[in-house]
């Protein structure tokens, strides 16, 4: 059985008011755009303290920082299109 590519978010009060907000429903759109929902793992994260380098994302083991919303987009589509697109 494949393991599901997995997203985090960072749902912590400092990566949430700078961009993450926007994120969470950008991820959110973009997987039911293209009908991912079900076949990805979506979850939100706490702070884990690295917040000055917020707003932070992981996919599967990469994290990211500094993740502005007008760039999760690319991220998703280097995860689950290109690269990783044999996990899904
Ligand atoms: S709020 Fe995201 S790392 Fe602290």
């Given amino acids: 059985m494949k393991t599901k590519p997995v997203i985090e978010i960072c749902m ?3 990566c949430f008011s700078r ?3 926007v994120t969470l429903e950008k991820v959110e759109n973009y997987l039911q755009k293209l009908g991912l ?3 990805v793992e979506l979850k ?3 702070c884990t303290g690295t917040c000055s380098s917020g707003p932070c994302v992981s996919i ?10 007008d760039a ?5 589509r280097y995860h689950l ?3 990783h697109s044999e996990a899904l």
Avoid: F, I, K, Q
């Fill in 81 to 83: 299109e290109t690269r």
């Fill in 44 to 46: 939100g994260r706490l």
């Fill in 60 to 69: 599967n083991d990469t994290s990211y920082t500094h993740v502005h919303p």
């Fill in 37 to 39: 929902a079900e076949e």
């Fill in 12 to 14: 912590g009060s400092s």
């Fill in 72 to 76: 999760v987009e690319d991220l998703l």
């Fill in 19 to 21: 961009g993450n907000s």
